[in-house]
């Protein structure tokens, strides 16, 4: 999240417009990071949300939903919700290029609001909390309706599911808005430890003289989950751990990590290049040598799935970055369901030092990002063991992002909803971005996609994985 320059600055007045607004994305992240935008004081000292969805409900119906979505994802409502509650409005029907229903019309009367409030244009940002089918859909009928023109439009994610669905996506989306316009979402992007990566990098040359193959032996990026599927098995079986999670998410990650220096890290045109160079430097994944897919033990009694399913709960994959920067390091992704714990970790595993402890270690130096919550960094370290002889004992120093003095960190959705309403597309993905992701991932949608390997709940995932972190282990666990 960058603060607000002369070139991306709060608008006087906003309405958001949420699609899905009766969803469970809608309910559990959208609007209680709304929620979180106002509260900090950096929503628009004037904005109207109008909840879009096909149910029947009216202005009072829908602030009541909203009260309960707030209560139940634990934030609670804000101190001023009477105000927030009138800032309510909804609109419900259908929307599309061939019937616009009621929202031209409920858009017209909020605008009206918002200009007589604060005395000029508001600016229309609008949420795409809906699933990937109704993208193109409601693309078209916000063009169709004129309600695309200098507005600007968050995707939420899958955008796309391969190669050719992307580009389908992405051309039906582009007949209505520009790319400038499109705000798609990954929502790891705005999570405070991965945004830390940056600065823990270029502010502190301890980590940016050794953030290359010369120092780096290897960089695991580990996302296990503990999570069931069994609430999102139709999701889960037309999707998968591999596509649900590395394609999307890690590779994002990987982008932040392995990316070259932007000139200006408060230009998104910079960062954005930066991300998007790296990105068309991931090699294209090898199914075979590179990738082992996992799926749990009792996965296909999962009512909705099928007795024979072969679909991945469990993604291990070995990248490599084709830079002169990371060439030869391998990038390990490993994510899955219903693994040992839930956690987020970037680790940098460094190559072990010359000199007369080389050899005699027992664990190798680490830089460790934890991103999940507020975010953590930990450095594995050796010492000499305290006490009268020469022994050596590893251990973690360890910083919380949430202790830093004047940090109050912010949540991902809420992070990226600010950057929206500010026009900050450096922590979205973009067309380009996408599309080297896509490219690298397709390999593993071929023919040569391995097949799964069982393996029990609650373990680190198939022991197969175990050879790509050869000559180190998985870090987390194995
Ligand atoms: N839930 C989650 O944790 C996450 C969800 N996502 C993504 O968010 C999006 C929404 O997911 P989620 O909220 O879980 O889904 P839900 O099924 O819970 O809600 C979908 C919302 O979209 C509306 N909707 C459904 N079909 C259409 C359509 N064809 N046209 C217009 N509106 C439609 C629904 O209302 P109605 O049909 O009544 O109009 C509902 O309000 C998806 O793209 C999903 O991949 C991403 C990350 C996590
Ligand atoms: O998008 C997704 O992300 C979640 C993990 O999100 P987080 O907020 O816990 O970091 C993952 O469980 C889900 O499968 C995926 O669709």
Redesign the pocket.
Same mark, same amino acid.
């Given at each position: 999240m960058n603060a607000p320059t002369e070139r991306h600055s709060l608008p006087d007045s906003v309405v958001i417009v949420l699609?899905? #607004?009766?969803?469970?994305?809608?309910?559990?992240?959208v609007l209680p990071a709304i929620h979180e935008v106002h509260s900090r004081g950096l929503m628009p000292a004037h904005w109207r949300l109008i909840g879009?969805? #096909?149910?029947q409900l009216d202005d009072e119906g829908f602030r009541d939903r909203v009260a309960a979505s707030l209560d139940g994802s634990g934030t609670g409502r804000p101190a001023d919700w009477e105000t927030v509650r009138s800032s309510l409005r909804y609109c419900g029907g259908t929307?599309?290029a061939e019937d616009p229903g009621n929202l031209p019309r409920t858009l017209a009367e909020v605008r009206e609001e918002l200009v007589a409030e604060s005395g000029g244009e508001p600016l229309v940002l609008h949420f795409? #909390?809906? *699933? *990937?089918?109704?993208?193109t *859909?409601?693309a078209r009928g916000l063009g169709a309706h004129g309600l695309a023109d200098g507005a600007r439009v968050v995707f939420?994610?899958?955008y796309g599911t391969s190669l050719e669905s992307f580009e389908e996506l992405d051309a039906a989306v582009k007949e209505v808005l520009d790319e400038e316009q499109i705000f798609r979402?990954d929502?790891f992007l705005g999570k405070e430890g991965v945004q830390t990566i940056y600065v823990l990098r270029f502010a502190n040359q301890l980590f940016g003289s050794e953030w290359s193959r010369a120092s780096v032996d290897q960089v695991q990026i580990d996302v296990p989950e503990d999570l069931d599927v069994a609430n999102?098995i139709a999701?889960y079986e037309a999707t998968g751990a591999a596509l649900d999670m590395i394609v999307t998410h890690l590779f994002q990650v990987a982008g932040q990590v392995a990316m070259e220096p932007p000139t200006d890290l408060r230009d998104p045109a910079s960062v954005i290049a930066a991300r998007e160079a790296v990105l068309r430097a991931f090699r294209p994944l090898n199914p075979v040598e590179d990738v082992v897919l996992g799926q749990f033990e009792g996965y296909r009694d999962i009512e909705g799935a099928a007795p024979d399913s072969t679909q991945d709960t469990f993604a291990a994959v070995r990248l490599w970055v084709d830079t002169e920067r990371w060439r030869g390091v391998p990038f390990l992704l490993r994510t899955g369901k219903r693994m040992a714990r839930k956690t987020q970790r970037i680790t940098l595993v460094l190559k072990p030092p010359f000199g007369p402890l080389a050899d005699k270690l027992d664990a190798p130096n680490t830089i460790e990002i934890c991103f999940s919550g507020d975010g953590e960094i930990q450095l594995g370290i050796t010492v000499k063991t305290p006490g009268p002889d020469l022994s050596y004992s590893s251990g973690k120093a360890v910083l919380e992002l949430d202790d830093v003095p004047g940090g109050d960190p912010i949540s991902p959705y809420a992070s990226l909803i600010h950057d929206a309403l500010i026009g900050d597309r450096s922590l979205y993905t973009t067309a380009e971005g996408l599309r080297a992701a896509f490219a690298a991932f397709a390999p593993l949608q071929g023919p040569e996609r391995p097949d799964p390997v069982p393996y029990e709940p609650g373990s680190w995932g198939p022991e197969e994985a175990r050879r790509l972190a050869a000559p180190h282990r998985w870090m987390l666990g194995e």
């Open positions: 699609f899905g #607004a009766t969803g469970d994305l809608a309910g559990r992240m879009c969805a #096909a149910d929307f599309s795409l #909390a809906v *699933p *990937p089918v109704a993208f *859909p409601i939420e994610k899958p979402i929502h999102r999701f």
